[in-house]
C-alpha cells in the first residue's frame, strides 16, 4: 500500500505547507484593511480553512479507515457548537449587556 | 472462519509489535488512534472553554481588548504561525518517512520539529519578557494608563478591562505553550525510538499519533494568532 504511491503523498503535503504559509500571509494583511464588521470574521474564516486543512491532509482525516474516528471528531465540534452557540445566545439576549 | 485464535497465535509469532488482544496490526493501529482522537475531543472542548471566555469579553469590551491586542508584535506572532505550519510539515513528513522505512528521513524530520518547537518557545518568551517590561502581566504591577482605544482618538482604554485580556492572553498562549513542551518531551521520546529503529512500516502507531498531537496543538495556534494578535489592528 505504501509502496506504489510513494512520491503522490509528498507533492500534496507541500501543496498544503505552501497553502498554509500563503493563508498566514493573507490573514495579516486582511487584518490591516478596513472591512468594517467583516475583519473577525475573515479572519475566523481563514483560521478554519487553515484548521481543515491541517485535519484532513496533515491528520489524515480524509483518508481515515475507521469510520469511527470522523464520528469522535464530528462529535466533538458539534460540542463544541452547543458550547458556544447556548453561551453565547444568552449572553446576546440578555437586556442589560 | 473461526478465525481470532489462530491468527491472534500466528500473528504474535510473526509480530512481536501486535499486543495478543488484538486480531490484526491494522485493528491495533485503529484502536490508538481512535483512543488518540477522543483525547483530542477532550482538549477541543478544554480550549473550547477558553474561546466562549474570549468570545464574552470580546463582546463587551470591545474597544478595551482592541487597545490591549495592539500592544502584541504582529511580526513575531506571524513568524510563530509560520514556525509551527513548517514543524507541521516535518511531522506529516516524519510519519511518512516511518511506514515507508526511510530512516534518515525519520530521524532528520522528528529532530527538525524539535529544533522548530523550540524556536517558538524562545519567540514566546521573548514575547513574554517584554510584557513582563511592560507592566503588560496582570496582577499588581499591571499598568495600561492613557491608551487610547482604537477608531475613537478620545477614549482611553479602561485598565482593567484589559488586564483580562492580558489575563486571557496568558492564560491561553501558556497552556499552549505548556502543550508544546510536552509535545517536545514526546518527540524527544520518539527519536530516541526512531534511532534505535524501533518503527517500521509494520510498527511506527507512535509517531502517528504523537504527530496528531502536535498537529493538533498547531490548529489550536491557527486560532489564537487572528484572536490574540490580529484584532482591530486597520487604522
Known amino acids: 500500500m505504501s509502496g506504489h504511491s510513494s512520491s503522490s503523498p509528498l507533492k500534496l503535503y507541500f501543496g498544503i505547507w505552501i497553502t498554509l504559509l500563503v493563508c498566514t500571509g493573507l490573514t495579516v494583511w486582511a487584518a490591516f484593511m478596513d472591512l468594517g464588521r467583516y475583519n473577525a470574521a475573515v479572519a475566523l474564516t481563514i483560521a478554519t480553512f487553515k484548521a481543515i486543512l491541517v485535519a484532513l491532509f496533515f491528520m489524515h482525516i480524509k483518508g481515515a479507515s475507521e469510520k469511527l474516528t470522523k464520528m469522535v471528531v464530528i462529535a466533538s465540534l458539534f460540542f463544541l ?16 449587556s | 472462519m473461526t478465525d481470532s485464535p489462530v491468527v491472534a497465535v500466528h500473528g504474535e509469532v510473526e509480530n512481536p509489535a501486535l499486543l495478543h488482544h488484538f486480531a490484526e496490526p491494522q485493528q491495533q493501529r485503529d484502536a490508538a488512534s481512535l483512543g488518540m482522537w477522543v483525547f483530542l475531543g477532550t482538549e477541543i472542548m478544554f480550549f473550547g472553554g477558553l474561546f466562549c471566555a474570549y468570545l464574552i469579553y470580546r463582546r463587551w469590551y470591545f474597544g478595551d481588548w482592541g487597545a490591549a491586542s495592539k500592544t502584541l508584535d504582529v511580526t513575531l506572532g506571524a513568524t510563530n ?12 513528513l516524519a510519519v511518512w518517512a516511518a511506514k515507508t522505512a526511510r530512516r534518515k528521513l525519520l530521524i532528520g524530520s522528528l529532530l527538525l520539529t524539535l529544533v522548530l518547537g523550540f524556536v517558538f518557545l524562545g519567540i514566546k518568551g ?3 519578557k517584554e510584557k513582563f517590561e511592560n507592566h503588560h502581566v496582570p496582577g499588581p504591577s499591571f499598568q495600561f494608563n492613557n491608551v487610547k482605544i482604537p477608531g475613537h ?14 489575563a486571557l492572553y496568558f492564560i491561553m498562549t501558556g497552556l499552549h505553550a505548556l502543550h ?3 509535545g517536545i518531551g514526546i518527540f524527544i521520546w520518539l527519536t530516541t525510538k526512531a534511532w534505535e529503529g524501533r518503527f517500521t512500516p509494520d510498527y511506527n502507531t507512535p509517531v502517528e499519533i504523537g504527530g496528531l498531537y502536535w498537529h493538533f496543538v498547531d490548529i489550536i495556534w491557527i486560532y489564537l494568532f487572528p484572536l490574540l494578535y490580529l484584532i482591530d489592528r486597520h487604522p
Open chain 1, 81 to 96: 457548537l452547543i458550547l458556544l452557540a447556548l453561551s453565547m445566545s444568552d449572553y446576546a439576549t440578555r437586556p442589560w
Open chain 2, 81 to 92: 504561525t509560520a514556525v509551527l505550519i513548517c514543524s507541521s510539515l516535518t511531522v506529516v
Open chain 2, 126 to 128: 521573548i514575547e513574554y
Open chain 2, 153 to 166: 482618538p478620545d477614549q482611553y482604554a479602561n485598565p482593567s478591562h484589559a488586564e483580562i485580556y492580558f
Open chain 2, 180 to 182: 508544546m513542551i510536552i
